[in-house]
């Protein structure tokens, strides 16, 4: 289990006069060159701003989308950088590329204090290869690097984990935070501790329902998957998504569940609907009565009930991936009743991205939850147990001799 209590965070390293280069996770969502959710950025700027008050001389580098290793100015970080300007309170300057002459000469510039921001590093596509040599110059920025990108760092590109092969290598607060908030939800957790688990895939959710069977007392199944585990058992999904693939292993998950006293909830009633859209034909079925021709699309409300009454007695919760159809608005009742079940929950509560971090965000229970991560895939791989690179990479505080 990857855990930050023997990790170097950026309070354990000296900054002052120095040149540190911060990796970010500045992927935010925009519209006509205008950020939609500043989110990001707000949890960076503990991060920025100590260094900024430490006197580090400090150049943050992110990616925004997927401009495929090309200089696409519709994925320009230029939004990015004049929101942080506001929120440090002072101009953060942005550089017109990411290695070249013009970041050189502004890093060059810097004065203790100064932030400046690179352009966006996916605009090299030696980023996503962990090139050596794309490592190496990012590097001759800096004496330290500091990464902050929890959304990243089960990545290993250049700039999340090549970058540490040359310069010292701590975490900022928004890591220590993440893999704080998780590692003791797993690793000490007020119980009932709950786990509720949607969105489309049990093969995007097979690891962490495996190892999450060691450590929860219940696992509520959502979503597009849960139609997987109806499937299995030998009932009618009619037209529902479905992994005909993974039919046994959700036979073995279940029975699992059983030897281990684990409680697996799945749902007891369906939305289901007659096209794949919003405005579809909608009724409610029985999870054992649904019709040939229609497919399941969020869960109905006796559902909602039954998942609620297991979250109101749970004291630790971990949610990843919506109930139903949460983008089209007919279908995401289920997700937003179950986002009100937990922030009313009396737990720790942590929410680990994605669409149940939006539904949370958007019905203004932000403030009634615990944690909100700020990363999708790498608190998936976290809760798996998997090794995250970005993190892998951190210097240790100690040593043990020999």
Known sequence: MTTLLNKKTVEDINVSGKRVIARMDFNVPLQDSVITDDKRIREAMKTIKYLSDNKAKTILVSHLGRPKGQFDMKYSLKPVAKRISELLGKEVVLAADVIGEDAKAKAAALKDGDVMLLENVRF??????????????????????????????????????????????????????EIDFMCQALNNPVRPFIAILGGAKVSDKIGVIESLLEKVDSIIIGGGMAYTFLKAQGYEIGTSICEDDKLELALDLLKRAKEKGVNLLLPKDIV?????????????????????????????????????????????????????????????????????????????SIIGGGDSAAAVELLGFADKVSHISTGGGASLEFLEGKVLPGIDVLEDKWVEKK
């Open 124 to 177: 090299h596509k030696e980023e996503e290869k962990n090139d050596e040599e794309f490592s190496k110059s990012l590097a001759s920025f800096a004496d330290i690097f500091v990464n902050d990108a929890f959304g990243t760092a089960h990545r290993a590109h250049a700039s999340t984990a090549g970058i540490a092969r040359f310069l010292p290598a701590v975490s900022g607060y928004l890591i220590k935070k």
């Open 272 to 348: 289901v609907a007659d096209e794949f859209k919003n405005d579809a034909n909608i009724s409610i079925k029985d999870y054992d009565q649904i019709p040939s021709n229609l497919m399941g699309l969020d869960i109905g409300p006796k559902t909602i009930d039954y998942f609620s009454d297991t979250i109101k007695d749970a004291r630790t919760i971990i949610w990843n991936g919506p109930m139903g159809v949460f983008e089209f608005k007919n279908f995401a009742n289920g997700t937003k009743m179950i986002a009100q079940a937990v922030a009313n929950a009396d737990a720790t």
